[in-house]
């Protein structure tokens, strides 16, 4: 049985953090924002259709897949929340 492969969070961290100052059209260095910075508030921007297209494209600069019931019953308030989740998708084989 092939080891588990799993996400390094510093490396999710990055790619959220680029996809969601992407997602708010800001001209930030993705590294500037803090973990606990809201994804709705007065820097970033994300909207329930944003939300969508951001783990599209997360999914694809990560190779990895996140199924529908990651998200069931979990709220996302922060960027921390995202990255949590995205942190705990399994790698595409």
Do not use: C, H, W, Y
Request: net charge negative; aromatic share 4%; no cysteine.
């Amino acid at each position: 049985m092939p080891p588990e492969l799993s996400l390094d969070r510093t490396a999710v961290a990055t790619v959220v953090k680029k996809v969601v100052v992407a997602e708010s059209r800001l001209s930030l260095p993705p590294e500037s924002i803090p973990d606990e910075e809201p994804l709705v508030g007065p820097l970033l921007q994300v909207n329930s259709l944003g939300f969508v297209g951001m783990l599209v494209r997360i999914e694809d600069e990560l190779d990895v897949t996140l199924p529908d019931d990651l998200f069931v019953g979990r709220s996302f308030r922060t960027v921390a929340d995202l990255i949590d989740v995205v942190t705990a998708a399994e790698v595409r084989p």
